[in-house]
């Protein structure tokens, strides 16, 4: 629990420290270069064949800098989620369609890396961000499909990934899907002994092994809301949707109400028109994206995708909220304008 702790003192300090467009958009850079060391490890993980192997897989998976490839999924799938909005934000006419053209290379690293840490959960957490990015502007849902669809043909047309991908349908002893359902059943179980507030924060892998008699075998939830339910009952579940649904509508909103502005910002030196509303759609992706990893991993625990996404949520509802108040004050401003005007012409 004390990572929900950390993840609300990141959106306050996103929120009073980052409260400007100009400092919203440093955050997001920085989340787009924090890929820059990962990378690299990765890649000479990738040339020196330095794979990671899971007690439960011979898969040659890359776990960078982090202890877990699961955990370098997660990291990747938001830098590539913040970098296809950014990539998608920027505005080029006939002279810049090759400038932007470069912008596209990082995408040619970082999805194959992805693609090596077999996450499965944060592929499909990719999959999800492309197709609410698709269903939200329909001017992007041509790119957003095409980039899905060759995504899509270039994971079934590589055996590994595929026959990975395949595996989540089957229901083996070594599998770790059965695995989860079979914790999963576990905690339900014990659940009922404490039905309203579980067995209290952190609580989980030791009502595991007690259940089970043992201190061997996997004890993590792999589900936020198995943990949360178990650890907090049917109360901290509801704390736990409340957490959710609470960060997901503001983030919608504050989008929504946004006006449709552009921005000018350099990259490598070279100045580029942006979308900025369009940017204000990243924290609300990051969060609702949150819904489907939940359901097979534990994102509250990720601390990294907690401390971005919180941050960025932060900056971006101060910068939202100081927007559209001045535009509020503009009007009324305005307003008072056109009405003393009209009633000096009257006289």
């Known amino acids: 629990w004390i990572h929900l702790v950390a993840a609300f003192g990141a959106y306050f300090l996103g929120y009073f420290l980052f409260a400007t467009r100009k400092r919203y958009l440093k955050v997001l850079t920085a989340i787009m270069l924090s890929a820059v060391i990962p990378v ?15 007690n439960d ?19 990747l799938f938001i830098v590539t989620a913040v970098y296809l909005v950014f990539y998608l934000s920027i505005k080029v006419g006939q002279e810049g369609a090759k400038k932007k053209l470069l912008f596209f290379l990082p995408f040619l690293v970082l999805i194959p890396l992805l693609g090596l840490t077999f ?6 957490a990719l999959a999800f961000a492309i197709f609410v990015i698709a269903i939200m ?27 990975r991908i395949l595996d989540t349908f089957s229901w083996s002893m070594n599998n770790s899907v059965s695995g ?9 179980f014990k659940l009922s002994q404490r039905p309203w507030l579980g067995f209290g ?14 201190e061997e075998g996997n004890i993590s939830a792999h589900s936020d809301a198995v943990r949360f339910v178990v650890e907090g009952g049917i109360v901290g579940l509801l704390a736990y949707f409340l957490y959710f649904i609470g960060a997901i509508v503001y983030a919608f909103i504050s989008f929504v109400r946004y006006p449709q502005s552009s921005k000018r910002v350099k990259i490598l030196n070279k100045e580029f028109l942006v979308d ?42 101060a910068v939202s909220g ?15 304008k056109e009405k003393e005007l009209e009633r000096v012409e009257g006289l």
């Open 57 to 75: 897989s011979v898969l040659p998976r890359i776990q960078a800098t982090f202890w877990h490839p699961n955990k370098l999924g997660s990291f």
């Open 137 to 163: 502007r329909r001017s992007l849902r041509k790119p957003a499909i095409l980039l899905g669809g060759l995504l899509t043909v270039l994971a079934l047309a590589i055996g590994k990934i595929r026959d």
């Open 201 to 214: 924060p952190g609580s989980f892998g030791e009502v595991i092994k007690d259940a089970r008699g043992s």
């Open 180 to 188: 989860r359902i079979e914790i999963w059943d576990i905690g339900f």
């Open 322 to 336: 100081k927007t559209i108040k001045t535009r509020k004050k503009r009007r009324a401003t305005q307003r008072r």
């Open 40 to 54: 690299i490890v990765g890649i000479k993980q990738v040339l020196l064949r330095e794979f990671f192997f899971s």
């Open 276 to 317: 900025f509303k369009l940017l204000g759609f990243i924290p609300f992706l990051l969060f609702l994206s949150m819904i489907p990893i939940s359901f097979m991993e534990t994102s509250t625990l990720d601390f990294v995708y907690q401390f971005f996404a919180w941050i960025a949520l932060g900056s971006w509802l």
């Open 119 to 124: 996450s499965r959960t944060s592929w499909v």
